[in-house]
Each structure stands twice: as structure tokens, then as C-alpha cells.
């Protein structure tokens, strides 16, 4: 399989890290929303969150991969039958809130944890914090952080239901493009 961008197909890079991210996304979304199950100071809870904190930053760490494999992979496939130019237009400023996204929540992440004076694990490692102790501050980045991840839901279904509506409803090949050439025939 070519790693590059074709006319017609994303390269396979391209689609691994497409895939990689949504499931890193998830796995930082769970840890964050099922440590709500356990007792606030359990072992299980503050784990919870330790791999949240651990999995948003290698989410910023593979968005600048998937950034620099974009820039090498060559101009996307076109989608056929072409879409009207503001359907092209949305499309570009989906991708690039999503990207947008992708980047602010993890620095969000670690100034919030920075400013709160707290460590930031990273796989065995204490990650450099970027601001100084400020309880204040840390309190406004932490409800930007919150907010910012609510909005993230919707920017990541509004992706996934207009790949849908692409494939099922308008019949055009724009999900086909980013999917393995095995399950794009079907």
C-alpha cells in the first residue's frame, strides 16, 4: 500500500494516523469520563486520570506526526462526485477546528495541571511545567479545558455523521477515501 495521497485514496499513513487519533481521542475521552465511577481519592480514579493526562499529551505529540505526514502525503484525493464549493469550504474549516482542537486541549491540559502546581506524568516522566503555581488561573484554564472538551464531542460527530451522510445519502466516495482499500469496496 502506498504511504502517499493518490487521486483517488488517502495514503496509508494518513488513514493510520486518521484511525490512531480517533482512538487515542476515545481512550482520553473514557479515562476522563468513567473516573466519575469511582470515589474521589481512589486508586482507581487518580489512575483514571493520570492516563488521561498521559494519553492527551501524546494526542499533541502525534497531532504534529499527523501535521508533518499531512504536509508529505501529498494533496488530498479528490471526493467524486465533487461536492458544491461550500460543501468544500465547510470541509476545510472542520478539519481545521478539529486540528485546532487537537492542539489547544492537550497545552490546555498541561498548563492547567501546571498551574495547579501538580506533576505532569508522562510514562514515567515528570513533564517541565509551563506557568508558574496560580490556583486562579488554573481554575480558568480548567473550565476552558471542560468546555473546549465538551465542544470537541460535537466537532468529532459532526465529522463522523458528515462522512455518513457523504457515503449513504449523497453516494460520493469521501468516506471510501480514508478507509483501507479492503473495506472501501463494500
Not at 26 to 38: G, H, P, S, T
Not at 74 to 90: D, E, K, M
Not at 110 to 123: H, N, R, V, Y
Request: net charge positive.
Amino acid at each position: 500500500m502506498n504511504w502517499k495521497n493518490t487521486t483517488d485514496r488517502y495514503g496509508s499513513l494518513s488513514m493510520a494516523m486518521h484511525w490512531l487519533m480517533l482512538l487515542l481521542l476515545a481512550a482520553v475521552y473514557a479515562c476522563i469520563e468513567l473516573r466519575e465511577f469511582y470515589p474521589r481519592g481512589s486508586d482507581l480514579r487518580e489512575g483514571l486520570k493520570t492516563w488521561h493526562f498521559m494519553l492527551g499529551l501524546c494526542v499533541l505529540a502525534l497531532v504534529a506526526l499527523r501535521l508533518a505526514i499531512r504536509l508529505m502525503a501529498g494533496p488530498a484525493p479528490s471526493i467524486r462526485p465533487a461536492p458544491p464549493v461550500w460543501q468544500q469550504r465547510l470541509a476545510v474549516l472542520m478539519h481545521l477546528a478539529l486540528y485546532v482542537f487537537l492542539v489547544a486541549m492537550p497545552l490546555l491540559g498541561w498548563l492547567t495541571l501546571s498551574a495547579s502546581g501538580k506533576p505532569i506524568p508522562f510514562f514515567g516522566l515528570q513533564l517541565p511545567a509551563l506557568v508558574g503555581t496560580d490556583k486562579a488561573l488554573a481554575g480558568s484554564l480548567k473550565d476552558i479545558h471542560e468546555t473546549i472538551g465538551t465542544v470537541g464531542y460535537y466537532l468529532v460527530g459532526l465529522h463522523a455523521a458528515a462522512a455518513l451522510v457523504h457515503h449513504y445519502v449523497k453516494r460520493d466516495d469521501t468516506l471510501r477515501r480514508m478507509l483501507p482499500a479492503r473495506l472501501s469496496r463494500s
